[in-house]
């Protein structure tokens, strides 16, 4: 089933539509966030120390030093003119790109800075390396386009939300992996289909998704270490933070329509392999997961799309008439995602070999 919607955002045309952009607070729109860095610190890697070991060697070594540079002329010759419902999802995908990579730097760095566990600043240290690097390779293809996000100014004045630890390591363990399945799901497809690679950054998305997946197996290992945070009342949270993370992407994918089209992707069909493959990763860490393969459960998200285009038709039609619009899709959201949540899961052990291999 198609629920595609055409873009109905208003145009991005200037550094200041960025930056409103960027900055906007939804329940779509990346967060910055922060937490009890004392409770951070606390944290114990002892439990299994040679695979910790190991995997910040792999850090230290770091095999994508050199990946995030690029050759000036050739990436701008490589550059289409896109139609113009095209050209803005686009831009609104780096802008998204842009402020997810930078909330993580932010993030990483004000733990890195405020704690003295030496397991944790080492860690760290080397996530806030990457996803700056992240962060300001996107933001330099936003420049191409005669736009850019002023990451200072955005650090300095977006809203930040505080998350207990535990959902730190929840919210960003699946936000790193899903961000590997989507990036490694959009490379495979272009990789078969060249001609559809309307954008040169796409070629960099094989080696840039397997940091995010390193970055994920590093908070997969701070939650088997700390094992309480994957069995009793815990796995309620376990349980919220899939359904939120899945369902905020569904919503999202599905007010680009054209984007996804452009790179021949049917919104359904590459969110649900997407789910297939996080979903399989993540049972390294998670005892459960969800059914996103059953029908109830599809028509569920079907209808989170429905209530996120009438509460922007109710926005864009404002008064009265308007308010109460958003106000009956916000409820008939709300109730939608209580159903999601209450929608029986599947049950698995953990394995004994917790670290994955990026092999999709």
Not at 63 to 78: G, I, K, L
Not at 186 to 203: G, T, V
Not at 299 to 325: D, I, N, P
Request: with cysteine; aromatic share 12%; glycine share 4%.
């Amino acid at each position: 089933m198609n629920t595609a919607t055409a873009t109905t955002a208003t145009p991005i045309e200037s550094r200041e539509h960025v930056m409103q952009r960027a900055k906007t607070e939804s329940l779509i729109s990346p967060r910055f966030y922060t937490t009890d860095f004392a409770a951070m610190d606390r944290m114990d890697m002892s439990p299994l120390r040679a695979e910790w070991e190991a995997m910040l060697a792999e850090y230290e070594g770091d095999n994508n030093h050199d990946h995030f540079t690029r050759d000036e002329e050739a990436f701008r010759r490589e550059i289409r003119q896109l139609p113009p419902e095209l050209h803005q999802e686009f831009l609104e995908f780096l802008i998204t790109s842009i402020t997810s990579e930078y909330s993580g730097c932010v993030l990483y760095n004000e733990i890195r800075k405020q704690v003295t566990n030496p397991d944790i600043k080492r860690l760290m240290t080397y996530l806030t390396r990457d996803e700056s690097r992240h962060a300001n390779f996107i933001n330099h293809s936003l420049r191409d386009f005669g736009l850019g996000v002023d990451l200072a100014n955005l650090k300095a004045t977006k809203a930040t939300t505080y998350f207990k630890p535990k959902y730190i390591l929840y919210a960003t363990y699946l936000s790193e992996k899903i961000g590997y399945a989507r990036y490694i799901t959009i490379f495979r497809q272009l990789e078969r289909h060249p001609d559809k690679r309307f954008h040169p950054i796409f070629k960099w998305f094989e080696r840039w998704c397997n940091d995010e997946f390193r970055h994920g197996e590093s908070f997969a290992l701070m939650m088997r270490a700390q094992p309480h945070l994957l069995r009793g009342a815990n796995l309620l949270w376990v349980r919220f933070f899939l359904l939120a993370v899945y369902a905020t992407m569904f919503v999202r994918d599905h007010t680009r329509p054209m984007l996804h089209q452009a790179m021949g992707l049917e919104p359904d069909d590459f969110d649900y392999r997407v789910f297939d493959i996080t979903t399989e990763i993540t049972k390294q860490v998670f005892p459960l997961s969800l059914d996103t393969d059953s029908p109830r459960f599809r028509a569920g998200l079907a209808r989170l799309v429905a209530c996120s285009e009438g509460f922007a038709r109710g926005k864009a039609r404002g008064g009265l008439m308007g308010r109460l619009a958003q106000a009956g899709h916000a409820l008939v959201g709300a109730a939608t995602f209580v159903q999601l949540y209450l929608h029986p899961v599947k049950r698995h052990a953990l394995p004994a070999q917790i670290r994955v291999a990026p092999a999709w």
